[in-house]
């Protein structure tokens, strides 16, 4: 009896638990790399460079002043307007080292301010692979039948007219020209632990 009761008791705090809303995501500007064209490499204008950035989870908290949630979003690269990002590389160089069952499965994801994941779909801290933009494409066909009057026979003809979509994955694939200043972000799905290295690498062109 009472071994039935403690089950009813955990399922009802689980029930409870349930109704309550997530946090609200946070977008933190803390490990944000320049200001417009400041701070980025060298004669910035006319060039094409590699812009790196690091992002250690073990002093994660202090840097941005509270522990990392669910969906929270850090900023990480600033992107000038008129800049071109070709290709978007994210590894962990040091895994991720989860504290909790309340971590596991924490993946992270790459984009920008448009697109959470628009250059780097959501891989697991706990994977050495190296993650880039680099793009898979599909094509689906989509078939129309057509029916039009044969000016030569006098007679109504039919025909099917089969057309092509193509999509790219992820999104920025095939590279992205930024109109208007813009950052590269990373988005974690849960708290992604304590330890744990992140790089982030981007190809980039800018004609000012």
């Not at 500007?29 to 060039?47: E, I, S, V």
């Not at 994955?169 to 330890?195: H, Q, V």
């Amino acid at each position: 009896m009472k071994s039935k009761f403690l089950t009813i008791a955990i399922a009802a705090v689980l029930a409870l638990f349930a109704l309550v809303p997530a946090a609200p995501a946070t977008t933190y500007t803390n490990l944000l790399q320049g200001t417009g064209t400041t701070g980025l490499p060298g004669n910035w204008a006319g060039g094409t460079y590699v812009l790196r950035a690091q992002v250690d989870l073990s002093t994660l908290s202090n840097k941005l002043g509270a522990a990392v949630t669910r969906d929270d979003v850090l900023e990480v690269l600033q992107i000038p307007s008129n800049a071109t990002i070709v290709a978007v590389s994210a590894h962990m160089s040091t895994l991720a080292t989860l504290v909790s069952t309340l971590t596991n499965g924490a993946t992270v994801s790459v984009g920008d301010g448009a697109d959470a994941d628009g250059w780097v779909a959501a891989f697991e801290v706990t994977n050495p692979v190296y993650q880039t933009s680099f793009p898979t494409r599909s094509i689906t066909a989509t078939s129309t039948n057509l029916t039009y009057l044969n000016t030569t026979t006098n007679m109504q003809t039919n025909a099917v007219m089969t057309a092509g979509a193509i999509a790219v994955t992820p999104a920025y694939g095939l590279g992205k020209l930024y109109t208007t200043n813009d950052t590269l972000n990373i988005t974690f799905s849960l708290p992604p632990g304590e330890l744990g290295v992140l790089d982030l690498k981007a190809l980039c062109t800018y004609l000012p």
